[in-house]
T-cell receptor, first 115, second 112 residues
Framework: ETGVTQTPRHLVMGMTNKKSLKCEQH?????MYWYKQSAKKPLELMFV???????ENNSVPSRFSPECPNSSHLFLHLHTLQPEDSALYLC??????????????FGPGTRLTVL | GQQLNQSPQSMFIQEGEDVSMNCTSS?????WLWYKQDPGEGPVLLIA?????ELTSNGRLTAQFGITRKDSFLNISASIPSDVGIYFC????????????FGTGTRLKVLA
């Protein structure tokens, strides 16, 4: 595997379900990000992890819970979601979250549908 | 708050034509990135710009970091059908944050 991978690619869940999205980067980067992409709206930054520490929570509802066990893996745990949470969830990584070398590389995304 | 206006929102062009799109900001940026996103995929980085006035090419793509540091331009020369997709700009302010602001995208359709 190369670059940034995400699983699953598609997910359909009910509002009472609990599911998790997984992201893995094979680029040796230190920073990882979760974004939400909704139709007709700009990409919205959700969370940032730098060297496994959460450095940004962009006022995301608590029904989204991130986890970063190491610099290569990032999870987004989902529970009691709402239909308006349906979107493409993108993971990205960069060399470092704090310097010029922070050009972000994206995974293919998980298309989430909440029924 | 910071805004990033990207235009045009969409465009239809004939194969072989040149394409131009731009992003403007209400704030000064110190980094501009241009991405392309195909349906069902994540954005793929095309060009990164780090210095005002910088002009960088990637094949048929050329992007420029505006002198005012509030805008950036992307040009595609001699478009081909596989250029179809959504092109996003992203900018980062001088505040030292690693947070990027993304434009709403330019949807490009190429007519063969």
């Amino acid at each position: 595997e190369t670059g940034v991978t995400q699983t699953p690619r598609h997910l359909v869940m009910g509002m009472t379900n609990k599911k998790s999205l997984k992201c893995e980067q094979h680029l040796g980067h230190n920073a990882m990000y979760w974004y939400k992409q909704s139709a007709k709206k700009p990409l919205e930054l959700m969370f940032v992890y730098n060297f496994k520490e959460q450095t940004e929570n962009n006022s995301v509802p608590s029904r989204f819970s991130p986890e970063c066990p190491n610099s290569s893996h990032l999870f987004l745990h989902l529970h009691t979601l709402q239909p308006e949470d349906s979107a493409l969830y993108l993971c990205a990584s960069s060399q470092s979250g704090l310097e010029r070398l922070d050009t972000q590389y994206f995974g293919p995304g998980t298309r989430l549908t909440v029924l | 708050g910071q805004q990033l206006n990207q235009s045009p929102q969409s465009m239809f062009i004939q194969e072989g034509e040149d394409v131009s799109m731009n992003c403007t900001s209400s704030s000064i940026f110190n980094t501009w990135l241009w991405y392309k996103q195909d349906p069902g995929e994540g954005p793929v980085l095309l060009i990164a710009l780090y210095k005002a006035g910088e002009l960088t090419s990637n094949g048929r793509l050329t992007a420029q970091f505006g002198i005012t540091r509030k805008d950036s331009f992307l040009n595609i020369s001699a478009s081909i059908p596989s250029d179809v997709g959504i092109y996003f700009c992203a900018g980062r302010t001088t505040s030292g944050t690693y947070k990027y602001i993304f434009g709403t995208g330019t949807r490009l359709k190429v007519l063969a």
